[in-house]
């Protein structure tokens, strides 16, 4: 099954995805390849129950969107995902280079971090990169989240009149 976008208003889902896809033109030249990738994200992240924007500003910061992105520490693809986590939540076999893989790994543990913080977005992003108690990476999402991917429904609030 492929991903899909899932909006309460459907005609915000084409709004968000060129809002999204006019900010990542630099960074991914391909239409196609972006939209796919927008698509994957929104669905993984609403599915974890997360932020779509978040997540965004999370891969912004951890690979900056590049699928092939490995670490010093070996972590790997968009999200940064490191191995271990395969034996935990999935399978040896899962590749963490496979777009949706990645992106389906990388919300469940942010989803596990910020169930375990109790919401604390700060305390899980810590977590996430292994750097729990220091400033400097929760507040680098965080302002690649709110300077670079927030985005709110044109529709939110408003209300048919009769």
């Given amino acids: 099954m492929e991903p899909r976008l899932i909006f309460a208003n459907p005609a915000d889902a084409e709004v968000w995805l060129s809002a999204m896809s006019e900010r990542l033109k630099k960074r991914i030249p391909d239409e196609f390849v972006r939209r796919k990738l927008l698509t994957a994200i929104h669905y993984e992240a609403t599915r974890a129950g997360l932020d779509p924007q978040l997540v965004m500003g999370l891969i912004h910061v951890e690979s900056g969107f590049n699928r092939y992105a490995v670490s ?57 990169n292994g750097s729990l108690g220091k400033a400097e990476y929760p507040n680098l999402v965080h302002g690649a989240w709110k300077n670079g991917y927030d985005w709110q429904s044109p529709s939110n609030g408003l209300v048919a009149q009769k």
């Fill in 72 to 128: 010093v520490v070996g972590a790997r693809g968009l999200m940064q995902v490191m191995p271990f986590w395969q034996r935990s939540i999935g399978s040896a076999e899962h590749n963490l280079f496979d777009m949706n893989t990645n992106l389906r790994y990388g919300c469940t543990i942010l989803r596990h971090y910020l169930d375990r913080e109790n919401g604390d977005y700060f305390r899980a992003l810590g977590r996430y």
